[in-house]
């Protein structure tokens, strides 16, 4: 999110890199998630997964079939962001959608999967204040789930942005569809032996 802004041409010049095997499209600019997609294509390299990290616009960011010059793609899915919380519940709403694009079939209720995933990133992720308390809010998930002991950070100042809190617990009583849990609470003490 911010920084450097990297143009089409940079993405098509990159796609000449032997080694590339995927690229995670973090923009937070449709137009710019396309000049990837797009450099990618053009190249003609099918063998480059690509993951969004559109925290914002991940369902959209899945469910969207990229046309260009008659070719189409998909993106093959996430990386990082939305994945770091409630993660059994990411994969399989990622399976969900992998399934919906072969049938070609997108209901309304997608547009409101979408707003779902968006709103509960937003919470976690701190988009009301410029993303300061991302990391912390990532940590406070996976604290009350148990998988970490505190929220702390290398950067002892970086901390849950006022309401912040409250907003994660909003969306994790709002969106049940999304939260993972009780898979965790199942787990956890399998995965700490």
Known sequence: ???????????SRFCEIENVVAIK?????RYRTIDVVRAVMEARRDDVALYTGNDDNI??????PFTFAGRTRFIDGGLLGHWGVWTKRAVELLGTIKVARTKRRFSRD?????????????????????????IPGIHEVL??????RSIACLNPHERLSKGQNEAITRVTKS???????EFVATNLARWRA
Do not use: H
């Not at 499209?25 to 600019?29: M, Q, S």
């Not at 969106?175 to 849990?181: F, G, K, L, V």
């Open 143 to 148: 604290r009350r789930q148990g998988l970490l």
């Open 175 to 181: 969106y049940p569809w999304m939260i993972d849990d």
């Open 1 to 11: 999110m911010g920084g450097l802004v990297l143009s089409r041409s940079f993405w």
């Open 110 to 134: 997608w547009l409101e999967k979408g707003a779902a995933v968006t709103d509960a990133n937003a919470a976690v992720f701190d988009a009301a204040n410029g993303y300061s308390g991302c």
């Open 25 to 29: 499209v973090a923009p937070f600019d």
């Open 59 to 64: 369902v959209a960011d899945l469910l969207t």
